[in-house]
């Protein structure tokens, strides 16, 4: 997969939000972000630029409804070549209107409109510039800095996004995604015991995210600590029941110790969930 992506933790995260408000606009068809092999949801910086939308025309107190019937005439309305950030929307009242090209319209009629005072107090301007890829951050960039800088440049050049998420974590040692993601290249490299300590980090600051748990399993496992693994992988089973890797694990697991009634019961989860 291409590009830089976000979880919905980090989009939370970045955005200043709860995870539940990103949660109900991918249920309401506002984001359509692909899911990873691990069935965590990954929005790109566009999904994102919408996302920044939605959250301020909720604070202006536009239902996700509504906004969603915006949203979906506004990608009607203009071309896929436009970039996102240079669209605004601005709310009079219950009204969304979007401004574009010098051009200002209703998005569900498409009746055009003129501001006449040219005040937009209410404007939700949609920016996306302080997320954009950088060079590299300053020596006092914050953490959701770093960590970007390092989700950014992981794939070409991993040492580097390895001394990125480090400094995330030094900046802010609650952050859950850059423990997530140093634990992970360090994992990589065989250094487990040291990316252990960051998964157990991960899961104690968001025993809500199955992707912890799960990687928690995988270190345990890679040391030959068979029964640690099992409570991982069940632990990300009970908050994310679809996650189909998790119930391969298991399988293979209870089926080394002989429980090959609990082994079953996950293989057959897993070819559910997985089929072909």
């Known amino acids: 997969m291409s590009g830089t992506h976000f979880t919905v933790a980090t989009t939370a995260t970045t955005l200043g939000i709860e995870p539940r408000r990103v949660r109900a606009a991918i249920t309401a068809g506002i984001i359509t972000p692909v899911r990873d092999d691990r069935r965590r949801y990954l929005l790109t910086f566009d999904d994102l630029v919408v ?32 970039d996102l950030s240079e669209v605004v929307l601005d709310v009079n009242g219950s009204d969304i209107f979007v401004s574009f090209d010098g051009e200002r319209w209703e998005p569900n009629t498409g009746q055009t409109t003129f501001a006449f005072d040219g005040a937009r107090d209410d404007a939700v301007v949609v920016t996306f510039d302080r997320l954009r890829r950088v060079d590299g951050p300053p020596g006092d960039a914050d953490a959701e800095t770093w960590f970007l800088r390092g989700d950014a440049i992981e794939r070409e050049d991993p040492e580097a996004a390895e001394r990125a998420y480090r400094a995330a974590v030094e900046a802010d040692p609650t952050h859950v995604e850059a423990h997530l993601n ?67 694990n298991l399988a293979a697991l209870y089926k080394a110790e002989g429980s090959d009634l609990a082994a079953l019961r996950h293989r057959r989860e897993y070819d559910r969930l997985s089929p072909g």
């Open 182 to 248: 140093l634990g992970r290249l360090l994992h990589a490299r065989g250094d487990v015991d040291t990316a252990l300590d960051h998964y157990a980090a991960a899961v104690h600051l968001d025993p809500e995210d199955p992707t912890a748990w799960f990687n928690l399993g995988v270190a345990y496992e890679d040391t030959g600590r068979s029964r640690e693994a099992i409570a991982g992988y069940e632990r990300a089973l009970a908050v994310e029941p679809a996650f189909a890797d998790a119930h391969y």
């Open 51 to 82: 996302m920044r939308m939605i959250v301020g025309l909720m604070d202006h107190g536009i239902p996700l409804w509504r906004i969603a019937n915006a949203v979906d005439s506004v990608r009607k309305d203009l071309p896929n070549s436009v």
